[in-house]
């Protein structure tokens, strides 16, 4: 009995290790499932200048990452359907040598505007500011982030290919430069300033373009305030200075409706003067590519949140003012109002 007894002890003290083992194999196998989560934005718009109209899906976005080790995790996003293309967005993957400090490497937003690197499901509008035909940019390269322990304040740069972020094989004389920095406040203040030097297209397609950014929002029970503002200078006088802005305000009423637990209302100034994508045509030269306007947009929004996941239902009418008759807008740079469901999870 007693040889009964010890061989049952033992053979309960096998099968706990073993399965210890296999558990703690389980955990360590889980850590290299992704965690997914991801944006899906569809409109109905009309404009009121032409009367034709159109839906579209503006964003199909899915975001997969995690770790597979404590100090490295990785970040792939796609947006399987912006306005009918396929985007391969982000592609990186991210070492934290030390609690402050990351480093990250391969395609990822190139930092510049509090705008352009606002996620699709936290617009307050249907349409990005028109600040994003500058700053918003992403590219293959380097980025280092960096939190000043004990304080907000983080400061983010890198250096990326001047080519288009589908082109990796292109080679680049000139490179793309960028650094930016904010400090979130406890009184509901964000400033950030953030510089960006480039060559679009690389050394020979262009001249090289300087871009200062700055923003400042602010925080407060329902309120959302953010101003923004880009200057842009183009090396050798070869065009003159652009500017854009962006100006908004938005308000949260809690509600309690069957499809909603939060009602905004929403208004925006923003505008932007005639710009170069930086460039040469044909003959050398600069000519221009964005043409100056001013809009205001004005717009209502019902959204129901559950803990990390929110719909929203969105109306906005947008009204623009161009400046000369050089720019002859399409429908979707005029007039309009846009009716739209936004989903994120």
Not at 136 to 162: M, Q, W
Not at 200 to 212: A, D, H, I
Request: aromatic share 14%; glycine share 8%.
């Amino acid at each position: 009995m007693k040889i009964k007894a010890l061989l049952l002890s033992a053979l309960i003290a096998c099968s706990s290790v073993v399965a210890a083992e296999e558990s703690k194999s389980n955990d360590d196998l889980w850590k290299y499932v992704p965690a997914f989560s991801g944006t899906f934005r569809t409109f109905y718009r009309l404009s009121t200048v032409t009367g034709e109209s159109r839906f579209e899906v503006a964003n199909a976005r899915l975001v997969a990452g995690g770790y597979v080790m404590p100090e490295l995790d990785y970040r792939i996003q796609v947006d399987f359907c912006d306005n009918g293309k396929i985007k391969i967005l982000d592609a990186y993957a991210r070492v934290h040598p030390t609690e402050s400090l990351a480093l990250m490497a391969g395609q990822m937003r190139v930092p510049l505007s509090a705008e352009a690197t606002r996620d699709p499901s936290l617009y307050y509008f249907a349409d990005a500011s028109l600040t994003n035909k500058f700053g918003n940019l992403r590219s293959v390269g380097f980025k280092a982030g960096y939190t000043v322990l004990h304080t907000p304040l983080y400061f983010e740069g890198g250096i990326f290919n001047a080519s288009d972020m589908a082109d990796h094989k292109q080679w680049n004389p000139a490179l793309t430069y960028s650094i930016k920095a904010n400090c979130p406040t406890q009184a509901g203040i964000r400033p950030e300033i953030g510089f960006m030097s480039r060559v679009p297209g690389g050394s020979g397609s262009g001249v090289r373009v300087n871009m200062l950014n700055a923003s400042l929002s602010w925080k407060y029970a329902g309120f959302f305030v953010e101003g923004e503002y880009i200057y842009r200078h183009y090396t050798g006088h070869a065009y003159d200075n652009a500017h854009a802005w962006d100006f908004f305000v938005n308000y949260d009423f809690n509600v309690n409706w069957p499809l909603a637990n939060v009602f905004s209302i929403q208004a925006r100034f923003d505008g932007i003067t005639d710009a170069s994508n930086g460039m040469y045509r044909t003959d050398g030269t600069l000519g221009t590519d964005i043409y100056a306007c001013r809009r205001l947009t004005a717009g209502v929004t019902a959204t129901k949140r559950i803990k990390k996941s929110w719909t929203s239902f969105r109306i906005n009418f947008e009204q623009y003012f161009y400046g000369h008759s050089a720019a002859r807008p399409l429908p979707s740079d005029n007039n309009q109002l846009v009716a739209g469901l936004i989903f994120h999870f």
